[in-house]
T-cell receptor, first 112, second 115 residues
Framework: QKEVEQDPGPLSVPEGAIVSLNCTYSNSAFQYFMWYRQYSRKGPELLMYTYSSGNKEDGRFTAQVDKSSKYISLFIRDSQPSDSATYLCAMIADTGRRALTFGSGTRLQVQP | EPEVTQTPSHQVTQMGQEVILRCVPISNHLYFYWYRQILGQKVEFLVSFYNNEISEKSEIFDDQFSVERPDGSNFTLKIRSTKLEDSAMYFC?????????????FGQGTRLTVV
């Protein structure tokens, strides 16, 4: 079983739609959860991070973590064409390796 | 806005040749990282570096790889004898603190093509 699983998409939605992006993971030591956005031929850019379980909101973005289900989500409200990118979930454990473990990324296309 | 810069943006090299990928981390950052992303695959951790030594490395980071901070600003990744499977995007990142509860800023990447 992969440590972090993410549906690669592509996910195509109309402008203004609510987008739901998800990752599951198997390592219960993961405590910090991040979402990165990666435009084509660019480096990953941190959007949000959360610690342990719960929700965090920042503008149009909401990150949710459910540690009991080992499931994290990123919601994008009122999606815009500029949101079109690949979204990567990433996690850090509180023991062992401290480096980021990434999901494979979900490609999102927001149609104008 | 401060940023991590990487050079070159694209490097083509022949199999067996040595390559050096260069990075200038953000100036007040103390932790430096290399990640790679093979086309169509996930971003994978290679190595982290702090206080002039490797603090962590992955299984990918074998004897063919080395890192160095030759001066106060540059951070380099050397691949001694490149293989076809080393073709990938290589991302440098830096952070003020290590891992937890801190943001790692990524560079734009160097696309390495081994032919």
């Amino acid at each position: 079983q992969k440590e972090v699983e993410q549906d690669p998409g592509p996910l195509s939605v109309p402008e203004g739609a609510i987008v739901s992006l998800n990752c599951t993971y198997s390592n219960s030591a993961f405590q910090y959860f991040m979402w990165y956005r990666q435009y084509s031929r660019k480096g990953p850019e941190l959007l949000m991070y959360t610690y342990s379980s719960g929700n965090k909101e920042d503008g149009r973005f909401t990150a949710q973590v459910d540690k009991s289900s080992k499931y994290i989500s990123l919601f994008i409200r009122d999606s815009q064409p500029s949101d079109s990118a690949t979204y990567l979930c990433a996690m850090i454990a509180d023991t062992g390796r401290r480096a980021l473990t990434f999901g494979s990324g979900t490609r999102l296309q927001v149609q104008p | 806005e401060p940023e991590v810069t990487q050079t070159p943006s694209h490097q083509v090299t022949q199999m067996g040749q040595e390559v050096i990928l260069r990075c200038v981390p953000i100036s007040n950052h103390l932790y430096f990282y290399w990640y790679r992303q093979i086309l169509g695959q996930k971003v994978e951790f290679l190595v982290s570096f702090y206080n002039n030594e490797i603090s962590e490395k992955s299984e990918i980071f074998d004897d063919q790889f080395s890192v160095e901070r030759p001066d106060g600003s540059n951070f380099t990744l050397k691949i001694r004898s490149t293989k076809l499977e080393d073709s990938a995007m290589y991302f440098c990142a830096s952070s003020e603190q290590e891992g937890l509860n801190t943001e790692a800023f990524f560079g734009q990447g160097t696309r390495l093509t081994v032919v």
